[in-house]
């Protein structure tokens, strides 16, 4: 497990405690401040999600627009594939923000790859695939522990645990 964790360009401590932190900067010199990480608010999360949700539909008509002009032949087609902010592929960013089926269907369609593995210098750690698992993964523990202890959000917990599994199938599914 890493002691930090990288978020917004500062390093800062996964335990919630306080870290000093010290930048150079040619314009100011020594910077220093203290820096706490905090959970984003649910509102501001969903607006987030909601933003990249728009910009994947953006990108995959981008796409579809780019490979019908100029994907005369397989040579010079674009697909999900390709990397985007800090070489994370898009489909894998997809997954991560669970962005849902329709769209995950439509980047597979156009070509994405769910086993594909993170370039090296990728800060995507593993292939989609993985990612939808450790997800899923995580979602059945939650609703789980949920189901036991009489929780309220158990349906919730239940249903993202089922949706999950959707994506999950879907990306197994896919053409090798």
């Known amino acids: 497990m890493k002691p930090y964790s990288f978020h917004s360009g500062l390093f800062s401590p996964a335990d919630g405690q306080w870290k000093d932190i010290e930048k150079r900067s040619e314009t100011f010199g020594l910077v220093k401040f ?4 905090r959970r984003a608010k649910k509102e501001y999360v969903a607006q987030k999600r909601k933003d990249a949700i728009r910009l994947f539909g953006i990108q995959l008509e981008t796409i579809e627009r780019f490979n019908h002009e100029y994907g005369i032949s ?3 087609r674009l697909t999900p594939n390709i990397r985007g902010i800090h070489g994370i592929p898009l489909l894998y960013a997809a997954v991560e923000i669970t ?5 995950v269907e439509k980047l597979l369609s156009l070509g994405g790859d769910p086993r594909k593995p993170p370039e090296r ?4 750690t593993c292939t989609p695939l993985e990612l939808a698992k450790k997800q899923y993964d995580r979602c059945e523990i939650k609703a789980r522990e949920a189901s036991k202890s009489s929780n309220p959000g158990a349906v919730a917990s239940a249903e993202k645990s089922a949706q999950a ?3 999950l199938d879907l990306l197994e599914a896919a053409k090798q």
Not at 34 to 37: S, Y
Not at 99 to 103: F, N, P, R, S, V
């Open 121 to 124: 210098d990728s800060l995507a």
């Open 165 to 167: 599994k959707r994506l």
């Open 99 to 103: 962005a849902g089926l329709q769209i």
């Open 74 to 76: 397989n040579t010079f």
């Open 34 to 37: 203290r820096a706490k990480r």
